[in-house]
């Protein structure tokens, strides 16, 4: 098995979720990807933890999985009162912190 | 009897005390204030009379065994005991012939002389740089001597005053200042150390002052106080040189029995002792009125008669004898007095009582005759000490204390009745009035004139017997013997001419005969008590040599002079028969020209208004050598003028200029700060970081657009520069 693979599909899915967090004006969806940098980044944990005989980075990766749980239940209930406020969750419409 | 020695500092705390009794309560007493200086001075003279009592009991019976043990009791309770060996002083036991006679005469006299030392009583007042200064008391003869003359005096001045400035405004307050003018006499006499002696010193002084001017709404009276005090502030500098270089010369102590013990033991050298003696001499000079300080001492007749009697008879001009018979240690090597034949003391001495007596011959105002007869006699107490007749010198303070308070009282009660001092204009004739002022004034006059067997005639006696006797080879102080004599002569005739002047020819007053009476009881029995002592005054240092029972004679000298370490070993002179004769003679003669010229009036009379020589003369004396010219016009004028223009020209030119260019300058600093650092830099500084965070600002605030994604692709790219820098350069 090689630790490359794990590297590139890694990989593919965080630059995925980072054109995704960018690009895309649903809010939903920036959180959506979000979701995938952080499960790329679970897959090289988990990846580099076999590959060392290590367990703590599939301890970290659990971690992980448990903070964004938290993180998307704390960014869906934002945007839920964003569309509640503005009927929108269009991100690009976002700008009252404008300096 | 011997705690009364050990706690004799409560002699002058009475008086201490009821001064400011008598200033905060006086004016609300009964009597103003009066009965507290009565009483506090009986309660003195009576301790006083226990402390003389408990003296006589200690050199009677000397405390040779026990006086190791109380000096440790004495160590106990916090004061202490200075007794210095006893030694014994054999006076001719080493002459080694004729053992059968000499022998038992030298054990007599040694049992006589036995070192009786000092009771000394000291506490740290304070400590710094390990000098220790204290204070405490001092009793020895002398010192007992001092308080109860003084005491006594006091007494019978305040008893007199409450009659003669009964009624005046301020007497309340003049009672107060004579109990503190009493106790700090008290305080100098039994003074422990140099310090405290000048404490005392400069308290009688200022007291004096006060009382001199105590009618001061009379400008002659402010200037006569002030006269007083200015004058002995001279002599006061040469006071404080003088102590100041005896505590360095005496290994930086202050204490005077360590200063003249150490004197007399040669520790120290012979010139810094010469330099301490001339400017204790200059102290003496101004307090003690000699020639040529003396100018001050006429002028405090300004004030009440009492307070002159008090100050002529006991406490302030007193001050400056006792200091020299204090340090006698001193002055005894300071001067060489027991080996030379004349020395600066002896001639100030024995030129001031000439001036004074002399002076005395001119004066209209009765007090100022007594005033100058003062001068007199405190050149003979001067010159007494100068010559090593120490004894002689504090006799004749005893004695001279009693005859002239008794004079000056008198002199007090006759302007009393005729509202004047003037014996020319006011008086004449009194003795038909005043029959008690009169007998008195007889009496004392008699005494200071010198004719026996009055108390005057011994002390001054002896002190001419030991300037004929004294000295280096026994050839006396001829020099000063001679002015001895001379004023002897002055003495008898200018007294003869105050007599007569007031007691007999004619009234020639402007205050109705009728009106004329005898003083109250309250200035009669003051009179009565001190003619009284200047009668028997003289039994008490009765001369020696077998003339009176061993037991009379020389009992002064056996109890007042001391004996111990601190004192010179001074010999004394005999009684001699010639010496005697000699100044009965003078005295009779000087009477006997007075009596011819004023009584019987032989003579050349009007010779002053004749002769020009003569009428210089009389001028010259009238204006009292133009000393006071030479003080005030001469010394005073000649330096104010130029120190006061110098002191104007400083004043301005340099002064001002000071203070002007300060001014301006600080206004041209304040204008350059204001425009530069205030303006320019704080306010600059100030302003430049709003406007510099205001303009940071502007630009920064672009950058937030508010737009969440925005800030993602920053985000990431900034991550991305940061992969890349550490992938490339670090790793």
């Given at each position: 098995m090689l630790l490359n693979q794990f590297l590139v599909l890694s990989a593919v899915l965080f630059c995925t979720g980072v054109y995704g967090v960018i690009a895309r004006r649903n809010g939903v969806l920036v959180l959506m990807s979000v979701e995938l940098i952080l499960n790329a980044v679970n897959i090289n944990f988990v990846a580099f933890a076999y590959w060392h005989g290590d367990v703590s980075g599939q301890v970290f990766a659990l971690?992980?999985?448990?903070?964004?749980?938290?993180?998307v239940g704390i960014g869906l209930a934002i945007v839920l009162l964003i569309y509640r406020n503005r009927s929108s969750i269009d991100l690009g419409q976002m700008e009252q912190l404008r300096g | 009897m011997t705690t009364m020695l050990e706690n004799v500092w409560v002699i002058p705390a009475i008086p201490f005390a009821t001064f400011w009794g008598i200033l905060f309560f006086g004016k609300r007493l009964p009597h103003k204030g009066a009965e507290l200086g009565i009483g506090a001075l009986s309660l003195c003279f009576a301790l006083s009379l226990v402390t003389g009592a408990a003296w006589i009991d200690r050199v009677d019976n000397p405390p040779v065994s026990d006086h190791t043990t109380e000096q440790a009791t004495e160590h106990a309770t916090g004061g202490s005991e200075i007794d210095g060996t006893e030694h014994a002083q054999v006076a001719g036991g080493d002459s080694g012939t004729g053992i059968g006679v000499l022998g038992a005469a030298a054990i007599e006299e040694a049992e006589e002389h036995i070192a009786v030392d000092a009771v000394v009583q000291q506490w740290t007042w304070w400590q710094n740089g390990g000098i220790e200064f204290t204070v405490g008391t001092m009793v020895d003869g002398l010192t007992a001597m001092m308080l109860l003359v003084v005491t006594v005096v006091s007494l019978l001045v305040h008893i007199y005053s409450t009659d003669y400035v009964g009624g005046d405004r301020r007497y309340t307050h003049f009672f107060a200042f004579l109990s503190l003018f009493s106790a700090s006499m008290l305080m100098l006499v039994m003074a422990e150390n140099t310090l405290q002696?000048?404490?005392?010193?400069?308290?009688?002084?200022?007291c004096s002052f006060v009382l001199i001017g105590h009618w001061w709404e009379e400008k002659p009276n402010s200037d006569a106080a002030l006269k007083a005090f200015l004058t002995n502030r001279v002599g006061d500098i040469g006071m404080l040189i003088g102590v100041i270089t005896l505590f360095f010369a005496a290994n930086q102590t202050w204490s005077i029995v360590e200063i003249n013990s150490m004197a007399n033991a040669g520790q120290i050298s012979h010139t810094a002792l010469l330099v301490a003696s001339l400017c204790l001499t200059a102290a003496v000079m101004s307090k003690s009125g000699q020639f040529f300080?003396?100018?001050?001492?006429?002028?405090a007749m300004a004030g009440p008669t009492p307070v002159s009697a008090l100050i002529h008879a006991a406490t302030m001009v007193v001050a400056g004898v006792f200091m020299v018979a204090r340090l006698y240690g001193v002055f005894w090597d300071g001067f060489s007095i027991g080996t030379s034949n004349i020395n600066v003391l002896a001639v100030v001495g024995g030129f001031t009582t000439i001036v004074g007596g002399v002076l005395a011959f001119v004066q209209a105002d009765i007090k100022k005759v007594l005033a100058?007869?003062?001068?007199?006699?405190?050149?003979?107490?001067?010159?007494?000490?100068?010559?090593?007749?120490w004894t002689a010198g504090l006799f004749h303070l005893f004695t001279h204390a009693f005859f002239k308070a008794c004079l000056f009282l008198g002199s007090g009660s006759v302007s009393h009745a005729v509202h004047s001092f003037d014996m020319v204009k006011d008086m004449g004739g009194m003795r038909k009035w005043m029959p008690h002022t009169f007998?008195?004034?007889?009496?004392?006059?008699?005494a200071l004139a010198g004719i026996p067997p009055l108390a005057g005639f011994w002390s001054k006696d002896e002190i001419l017997a030991g300037a004929s006797q004294l000295g280096g080879g026994g050839d006396g102080y001829p020099v000063v013997l001679v002015m001895g004599f001379i004023t002897a002569g002055l003495t008898a005739a200018y007294m003869t001419r105050c007599v007569y002047l007031t007691f007999f020819g004619e009234y020639r007053g402007h205050t109705p005969v009728e009106?004329?009476?005898?003083?109250?009881?309250?200035?009669?029995?003051p009179l009565w008590i001190l003619a009284g002592l200047a009668i028997v005054a003289g039994l008490a240092n009765l001369p020696g040599d077998s003339i009176v029972p061993d037991g009379w004679a020389l009992r002064f000298e056996h109890f007042v002079e001391p004996t111990g370490a601190y004192f010179p070993a001074i010999s004394h002179p005999h009684f001699s028969g010639l010496t005697a004769l000699v100044s009965i003679a003078v005295a009779g003669?000087?009477?006997?020209?007075?009596?011819?010229?004023?009584?019987?009036?032989?003579?050349?009379?009007?010779?002053?208004?004749?002769?020009?020589?003569?009428k210089a003369g009389y001028t010259f004396l009238e204006n009292r050598y133009y000393l006071d010219h030479l003080y005030t016009g001469v010394i005073a004028g000649g330096t104010k003028g130029p120190i006061a223009r110098a002191a104007y020209w400083t004043n301005q030119n340099i002064i001002d200029?000071?203070?002007?260019?300060?001014?301006?300058?600080?206004?041209?600093?304040?204008?350059w700060v204001y425009d530069k650092i205030d303006q320019g830099i704080v306010d600059g500084t100030v302003n430049g970081l709003g406007l510099g965070a205001g303009a940071g600002g502007e630009v920064l605030r672009e950058t937030q657009t508010g737009r969440v994604q925005q800030y993602a692709s920053v985000l990431f790219g900034s991550t991305l520069v940061l992969a890349l820098v550490i992938a490339l350069v670090i790793v």
């Open positions: 971690f992980v999985i448990t903070v964004a749980a938290a993180e | 002696m000048i404490v005392g010193w400069e308290l009688v002084g200022l300080l003396h100018t001050w001492l006429p002028d100058y007869s003062t001068i007199s006699q405190l050149g003979y107490m001067v010159m007494a000490l100068g010559v090593g007749a007998r008195t004034f007889m009496i004392g006059s008699i009106k004329l009476h005898e003083s109250g009881p309250r200035i009669t029995l003669l000087g009477v006997a020209i007075g009596y011819a010229f004023y009584f019987r009036q032989l003579g050349p009379h009007g010779l002053t208004q004749r002769s020009t020589v003569a200029g000071i203070v002007n260019g300060v001014g301006i300058s600080a206004r041209r600093i304040g204008l």
